[in-house]
């Protein structure tokens, strides 16, 4: 699937800008971002449910979607499977009936149809669910029906739109594991639309990391984490602590609380306003005298095997951190990091 330079508008509002995305066969990619980042617009335009107003998309070698010619390849006649959040089943149909559907519109021969529909139940664990109608089943049963029903064509990309948000934890920390197995075996190229980056680390080779429209950063897991491409990603992804501060050759002045941090070897980047980041593994706490940062602990919670600890730094930002000892409320504390850890990502100058 490839996506270029594919841009929505609604009348003024510009919901997605200029999308650049190729995803190659075999590859599972995850969309993450906020709520409102044009996500479900990018997916929306994939599946054929609505065109893009600029660009082009392409699903293997057909061009699906053309603004400029005006091409839109309906729903039906693209190759593609897709499982959303509410499921979307039809309760007039049996499990089986729901399954063998995208079968039923390629014409597919009868005795073929039912050999395939009960091969995709078997893949999902629902062997037994065929004669079922759908509402007897649990929520956790229903999404597999219909990963059944996106798979049974084998179609060229699957795409999954928050599939799992209406399970609870539990379900969705098995669910996720099972979906991702099966992608994978198949070898289906999948699009996984989430806001939860647990979810996206869980599924994806790559994470396209969304904000205002944009993608900001795509990247397998390992990398978003190891180097965030700006501030937006480490922030969305909850990577560690930012702390907005002024940058003035090798020191760093903190915006509020004044705290200054004079770093040996200075940081790479432009001096101004911006922010530094720390990732979490970086963090250490230490006594108040050792700290570069100083902070106050709100309250310690013990985890079954450490403790977290809640601590209000000088500058009135939030950071859990976890350690051996459960400090007591409104202890003093300290928090250290190598300097060649933290990155500077200075304030986007923005047209
Ligand atoms: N038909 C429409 N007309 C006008 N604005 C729309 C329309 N559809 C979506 N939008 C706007 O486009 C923006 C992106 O919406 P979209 O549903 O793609 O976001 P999302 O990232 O999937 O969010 P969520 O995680 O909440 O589903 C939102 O600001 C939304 O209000």
Redesign the pocket.
Known sequence: MVADGVGKR??E?V?LQSIDLAIEPGEVIALL??????????LRMIAGLSGPTSGRIAIGSDIVADAASGRQVPPEKRSIGMVFQDYALWPHMTVAGNVAFPLEMKRVPAAERKARVADALSLVGLEAYGERPPATLSGGQQQRVALARAIVSRPSVVLFD?PLSNLDRELREQLVVDIAALIRSLGLTGIY?T?DHAEAFAMADRVAV?AN?RLIQVAPPEELVAAPANADVAAFLKLGLLLPSEKNGSSVVLETGGERLNAPHGFAGADGPGHLFVPRRALALTEPEAGLLHGTAVHAMFRGEDYTTRIRLSNGLDLDLAGPTRLADGARVGITFPFDAATWFPAPTRP
């Not at 971002?33 to 990018?42: E, Q």
């Open positions: 609604f009348g509002t919901v971002g906020p709520s409102g980042c044009g996500k479900t617009t990018l928050e639309v806001h969304m429209g």
